[in-house]
């Protein structure tokens, strides 16, 4: 018999730890309705939930959803217990949010990474490099002249730190990222696999006599404070001089690109694919939603939001949400929208007073050519 707490050799993924409803409901410090004996082996959504399996009910409109689920138990928001039907042979977990419990249940059933430390046999270090008795350096690593891993850090398959990079401490670089010279990373950073801290930026200028673009020299670099964290294939480009900077806190998705120079505040939140042109500002707490792109040296202030697929031509106020392509205050930009999907209607009627005008006059009006 599986132990509760335990690893299920029976159970499949991360989610192999099973808690019985009453176990879980004692972490969490939650109200327990329902059987407490009943096995918790992985989280799913209410429409897919089995009967060993965990979901969550953040508003009385899932009550619904609830009675149709086979799931065995459910977290409950405070807002939503209510209205709660009875939990007959089920648990319902009452927690003042179901989201945030829902984070502490995943880091249970999939606890952070950890690393032994010491250097795998194929790393290749610099003998002016200092890595902490604590790190772990993962096979094919290149650390290069001077450059400094902290401890507990770990660095890991493949990837290549340039000369004079720091890594702070506890600080985890996945396989195949490059961080190229004199770039510094704080505490607590985590590069995902692909990410490039560091390339040269994008700039030139045209030669006089041929016209043909310079390159323009980046002598700068990038600082990322603690608690960065930045997805798969991103790139951080360094400043032409001084430093591009990531806010402590900020998280960056997957293929995001920051040009050279860029100031990113704290705890800022950048999706999949959004692009930030060269020496662009955001204040402490900005959301930029998926593929938003920002021309250069705009700003956007603090607590902003900008909708997804924006197109960003001017500097934004602090705490106000923008959106469109080009991007503009959210109420005039749905009010544009609007008034768009209004003109097929409009040119309709427009045709249909035209014709009915040329039948009535000796001089018709004549719609303008196509």
């Known amino acids: 018999m599986t132990r509760t707490g335990a690893i299920d050799p029976n159970a499949r993924g991360p989610a192999a730890v099973m808690f019985t409803s009453g176990e879980l409901a004692a972490r969490l410090q939650a109200e327990l309705r329902g059987p407490s004996t009943i096995r918790i082996r992985g989280l799913e959504s209410l429409d897919a939930a089995g009967p060993e399996q965990l979901s969550f009910v953040r508003d009385p409109k899932f009550w619904t959803m609830w009675s149709a689920s086979r799931c065995g138990a459910a977290l409950v928001s405070r807002r939503a217990a209510e209205s709660a039907p009875p939990p007959g042979d089920r648990a319902q977990l009452i927690v003042p949010d179901a989201d945030s419990a829902l984070i502490q249940i995943l880091s249970m059933m999939s606890p952070p990474p950890t690393f032994e430390p010491g250097i795998h046999e194929s790393a290749v270090i610099d003998s002016?490099?200092?890595?902490?008795?604590?790190?772990?350096?993962?096979?094919?690593?290149?650390?290069?002249?001077?450059?400094?891993?902290?401890?507990?850090?770990?660095?890991?398959?493949?990837?290549?730190?340039?000369?004079?990079?720091?890594?702070?401490?506890?600080?985890?670089?996945?396989?195949?990222?490059?961080?190229?010279?004199?770039?510094?990373?704080?505490?607590?950073v985590t590069l995902h696999p692909g990410v490039v801290v560091g390339a040269d930026g994008f700039g030139y200028y045209p030669d006089p006599r041929t016209r043909m673009p310079m390159?323009?020299?980046?002598?700068?670099?990038?600082?990322?404070?603690?608690?960065v964290e930045i997805g798969s294939n991103s790139t951080i480009d360094r400043g032409k001089f001084g430093a591009t900077r990531i806010g402590a806190g900020t998280k960056i998705d997957n293929l995001v690109q920051i040009a050279h120079n860029c100031v990113i505040g704290k705890?800022?939140?950048?999706?999949?694919?959004?692009?930030?042109?060269?020496?662009?500002?955001?204040?402490?707490?900005?959301?930029?939603?998926?593929?938003?792109?920002?021309?250069?040296?705009?700003?956007?202030?603090?607590?902003?939001?900008?909708?997804?697929?924006?197109?960003?031509?001017?500097?934004?106020?602090?705490?106000?949400?923008?959106?469109?392509?080009?991007?503009?205050?959210?109420?005039?930009?749905?009010?544009?929208?609007?008034?768009?999907?209004?003109?097929?209607?409009?040119?309709?009627?427009?045709?249909?007073?035209?014709?009915?005008?040329?039948?009535?006059?000796?001089n018709p009006i004549k719609p303008p050519a196509a």
């Open 128 to 188: 002016t490099a200092t890595v902490s008795k604590s790190a772990h350096i993962g096979p094919g690593v290149v650390i290069g002249p001077r450059s400094f891993v902290g401890e507990r850090a770990a660095v890991l398959a493949n990837s290549v730190l340039g000369a004079d990079v720091s890594i702070g401490r506890h600080s985890v670089i996945y396989p195949n990222v490059v961080i190229q010279d004199r770039c510094i990373l704080g505490e607590h």
């Open 267 to 362: 705890c800022c939140i950048i999706c999949g694919m959004s692009g930030l042109s060269g020496s662009v500002t955001l204040g402490d707490g900005v959301t930029l939603a998926g593929r938003v792109g920002i021309a250069d040296n705009h700003v956007i202030g603090a607590g902003a939001t900008v909708g997804a697929g924006s197109g960003v031509m001017d500097d934004i106020p602090p705490g106000e949400t923008w959106l469109g392509h080009p991007a503009r205050p959210g109420r005039t930009a749905l009010r544009i929208i609007a008034s768009i999907q209004q003109l097929p209607d409009l040119a309709a009627e427009v045709r249909k007073l035209v014709r009915s005008q040329a039948g009535s006059s000796q």
């Open 215 to 227: 390159k323009i020299p980046h002598i700068g670099s990038v600082v990322i404070e603690d608690h």
